[in-house]
């Protein structure tokens, strides 16, 4: 098993570029999250998903869309990237809701100029 | 929402040495609480978690305490080895929400 993947593992972009980040796992869990980490912050949860073709927000979903259209994918979406988005990128997956263990990716790290 | 301080940002400590960490929370409705480790550029990984229907749990050379009363939990970190070197995260959670701590960054001096 490969657990959670995240592409791509490093990213720069302009400011208004669009890019969208892939999570993914083989591991049949149910709810997947998306964190970002700055300096400093710790992770702050941006979006998450209970299940297929289900969204929700989190604590910090400005700038941000998602996407939950197959099971094992969640996808990560800024639509015009700001340097305030600068940051590493962790998703993360669970069996069910927490309390449970949670399976981190290993990171994107996204520069945007 | 959840508000989580974790004091101290930084800890140096000698090999052998115990190590505590502690963190408060600001919404009793929070039931679990994690502690991550993080190596510099890796994943998060749990190292032990508690619910909140527990006072104490243990893990080998790891423990962890929860008072509900007072609004804090703490990581205990017992002969500790340079590999504990990382920074470790605690967070608290309620209805999927999961609050961080910022952080502290262990150091272990051999």
């Known amino acids: 098993n490969a657990g959670v993947t995240q592409t791509p593992k490093f990213r720069v972009l302009k400011t208004g570029q669009s890019m969208t980040l892939l999570c993914a796992q083989d591991m049949n869990h149910e709810y997947m999250y998306w964190y970002r980490q700055d300096p400093g912050m710790g992770l702050r949860l941006i979006h998450y998903?209970?299940?297929?073709?289900?969204?929700a927000k989190g604590e910090v979903p400005d700038g941000y869309n998602v996407s939950r259209l197959k099971k094992q994918n969640f996808l990560l979406g800024l639509e015009s990237a700001a340097p305030s988005q600068t940051s590493v990128y962790f998703c993360?997956?669970?069996?069910?809701?927490?309390?449970?263990?949670?399976?981190f990716g290993p990171g994107t790290r996204l520069l945007v100029l | 929402g959840e508000n989580v301080e974790q004091h101290p940002s930084t800890l140096s400590v000698q090999e052998g040495d115990s190590a505590v960490i502690k963190c408060t929370y600001s919404d009793s409705a929070s039931n679990y609480f994690p502690w991550y480790k993080q190596e510099l550029g890796k994943r998060p990984q749990l190292i032990i978690d508690?619910?909140?229907?527990?006072g104490e749990k243990k893990d080998q050379r790891i423990a962890v305490t929860l008072n509900k009363t007072a609004k804090h939990f703490s990581l205990h970190i017992t002969e500790t080895q340079p590999e504990d070197s990382a920074v470790y995260f605690c967070a608290a959670y309620n209805n999927n929400d999961m609050r961080f701590g910022a952080g502290t960054r262990l150091t272990v001096k051999p």
């Open positions: 998903s209970v299940g297929e073709g289900t969204t």
């Open positions: 508690i619910r909140s229907n527990v």
């Open positions: 993360a997956s669970s069996y069910t809701s927490i309390p449970t263990t949670q399976y």
